[in-house]
């Protein structure tokens, strides 16, 4: 069941449905490319639009930086979903993403473990 109140909840659902629908299939022990590669696949078959390890910009106050950085995916231009195949999910992971949303303007990140055992490990960071 939907609810009201959640950011970007049913756009949230499909994004989670396909990883999880990834880690049904594959399971744990892959490398994060791999992962990736099949969630290219299921994003395209379920329709959910995406952008694939999109370079994004990088500024400090009013500077625009000669650094960059690669998110994983941008689904429906509003949600950063950062991949990861390790153990457990870490504060630094965390950190990570937050940093893409504050970079970004974004307000919603998705960060997916396909490494943990024995189901996927999942945490929606809001900015």
């Not at 937050?98 to 945490?123: D, M, S």
């Amino acid at each position: 069941m939907l609810r009201d109140d959640l950011l970007y909840e049913k756009e949230s659902f499909n994004i989670i449905g396909s990883c999880i629908e990834v880690y049904k299939e594959l399971g744990t022990g892959f490398l994060e490319s791999v992962y990736q590669r099949c969630l290219e696949y299921e994003f395209t078959k379920r329709k959910i639009p995406y952008l694939a390890q999109p370079w994004l910009e990088l500024n400090y106050k009013d500077l625009l930086l000669d650094k960059s950085f690669q998110a994983d995916f941008i689904c429906y231009n509003c949600i950063i979903l950062e991949l990861k195949a390790v153990p457990k999910i870490l504060d630094e992971h965390k950190a990570q993403v937050l940093n893409y949303l504050k970079a970004t303007k974004l307000r919603l990140g998705i960060l997916v473990n396909f490494g943990h055992y024995p189901k996927l490990e999942q945490a929606r960071i809001l900015l």
